[in-house]
């Protein structure tokens, strides 16, 4: 689940949270990425992402639309 997830990433120390107060309901983690979570997904980008373009297929691909 996502908080599972998010929950993973703060014991690695990729995001951190504020807590707000809610006068609704539960308080609100609002959670933001650290510097460590910031290359992580730095590196993602450029080998999932940016490789992905940088192919000549897709790059033609991409052309002819």
């Known amino acids: 689940s996502l ?3 998010l929950r993973r990433f703060h014991d690695a120390d ?3 949270y504020s807590t707000l ?3 609704k309901g539960p308080d609100i983690k609002l959670y933001s990425l650290t510097g460590v979570g910031k290359k992580v997904l730095q590196a993602f980008i450029d080998q999932n992402i940016i490789a992905i373009f940088d192919s ?3 790059r ?3 052309d002819k639309s």
């Open 3 to 5: 908080y599972r997830a």
């Open 60 to 62: 033609k691909l991409l």
């Open 56 to 58: 000549p297929i897709i």
């Open 14 to 16: 990729m995001v951190e």
């Open 21 to 23: 107060s809610n006068a």
